[in-house]
């Protein structure tokens, strides 16, 4: 008789988990007065972040959660669809590897 193989747990997301983004080693946030944008520095790569993205990341701090994030934000910007679009936009990132 053999036993039942468990099946893996399905991987956090980061609106139903624990996960406190914070940029991803090697991974650096600076703002360029010139083009008046934030940017990630990335090993051998340069992205340019268009409109609130910069204050998005500096909340990833790795102490605050994804729904303090978006409550941060949301009192920032009361009017903004931030519960809907934060989460999804810190997961695209962290797919990419520039959050953990």
């Known amino acids: 008789m053999t036993?039942?193989?468990?099946?893996a747990?399905?991987?956090?997301?980061?609106?139903s988990?624990?996960?406190?983004?914070?940029l991803a080693r090697g991974v650096v946030l600076r703002h360029d007065p010139v083009r008046g944008a934030g940017l990630l520095l990335l090993p051998e790569r340069v992205v340019v972040l268009d409109g609130s993205a910069g204050a998005v990341l500096r909340l990833c701090d790795g102490v605050r959660d994804v729904a303090?994030?978006?409550a941060e934000l949301a009192v920032r910007?009361?009017?903004?669809?931030?519960?809907?679009?934060?989460?999804?936009f810190l997961d695209r990132l962290r797919k990419e590897g520039w959050l953990g």
């Open 68 to 70: 303090a994030v978006v």
């Open 77 to 88: 910007h009361p009017a903004a669809p931030v519960a809907a679009e934060v989460p999804l």
């Open 3 to 7: 036993a039942p193989v468990p099946e």
């Open 9 to 15: 747990a399905p991987a956090p997301s980061p609106t």
């Open 17 to 22: 988990g624990p996960w406190r983004p914070v």
